[in-house]
């Protein structure tokens, strides 16, 4: 089962994916996650990307692609992944394509999740993850709206639309009827 999960920044795509990986037993894959990782082991990839996470403008695609292909050639993603933060853009959709048929797989689905953006602003201003400062939650949302949400044009056959308001547990179920769907 391979499922790309879309939706803005604060939409709790981190938090669902976490429990929906354990629930279908796929692993979660966050790019953001693998970036964070690398920064806080300051590896090579990590010092190239933290400019990028702290202005919230997104990690070059040549970084990006590399970092996930690898990721998801690893044993544990034989029965399938979440991808959580990627595609991002048209151009990484189009690389993660590439890769898919390489390995002769494709995607179940799109989940997206819809929230209003004044809940989303608030939602990063109170988990202040060190990118979480107004001004990067605001220029994070741009991004998503120029190079993202584009995304969701590109897959409609695929995706499966949620209502991202309301408790985790009911995120959930939402979630996990859209993926069984
Ligand atoms: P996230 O945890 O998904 O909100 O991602 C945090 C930050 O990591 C983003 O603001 C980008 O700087 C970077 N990032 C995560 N995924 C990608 C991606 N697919 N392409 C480029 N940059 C990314």
């Known amino acids: 089962m391979r499922f790309v999960i879309l939706g803005p920044p604060g939409a709790g795509k981190g938090t669902q994916a976490a429990v929906l990986s354990n629930r279908l037993g796929v ?5 953001g996650d693998l970036f964070r990782a690398h920064i806080g082991q300051s590896t090579q990839l990590g010092i190239q990307a ?3 996470l702290d202005a919230g ?4 695609s ?3 692609v590399d970092m ?3 990721r998801i050639s690893e044993p544990d993603t034989s029965a399938g992944y979440l991808l959580d933060g990627f595609p991002r853009t048209i151009d990484q959709a189009h690389a993660l394509e590439k890769i898919l048929a390489e390995s002769g797989t494709r995607l179940d689905g799109v989940l997206s999740f819809a929230i209003d953006e004044n809940v989303v602003i608030a939602r990063m201003l109170a988990r202040g993850r060190a990118d979480d400062d107004e ?5 994070r949302l741009r991004v998503y709206q120029d190079e993202t949400a584009p995304l969701l044009t590109y897959y409609h056959g695929l995706v499966r639309t949620i209502d991202a308001l309301g408790e985790v547990g009911e995120v959930t179920t939402r979630a996990l009827s ?3 769907r």
């Open 27 to 31: 692993p979660h894959i966050s790019t």
């Open 50 to 52: 933290q400019k990028y």
């Open 57 to 60: 403008d997104l990690v070059p």
């Open 62 to 64: 040549s970084i990006t």
């Open 68 to 70: 996930v292909k690898d």
């Open 135 to 139: 001004h990067v939650i605001r220029h």
């Open 178 to 180: 859209a993926v069984n």
